[in-house]
């Protein structure tokens, strides 16, 4: 399996996912990316700390 390059549906960055992640993700029943490694990070992140409404 050749690795393959994205577009990142976030910032519009080509990046490459490998056929290393392509086994680990079809292993774990993950589809691929759709976002780059930036845009994941700060998006689970966000996950983790959501904005906080203001209350003020
Ligand atoms: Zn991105």
Do not use: L, W
Request: some cysteine; charged content about 25%; overall charge positive.
């Amino acid at each position: 399996m050749p690795d393959k390059t994205i577009t990142c549906q976030n910032c519009q960055a080509i990046f490459v996912y490998s056929e290393y992640e392509q086994k680990i993700d079809q292993a774990r029943g993950t589809a691929e990316p759709t976002y780059c490694t930036i845009c994941k990070a700060i998006k689970s992140s966000e996950a983790k700390h959501p904005p906080k409404p203001k209350t003020s």
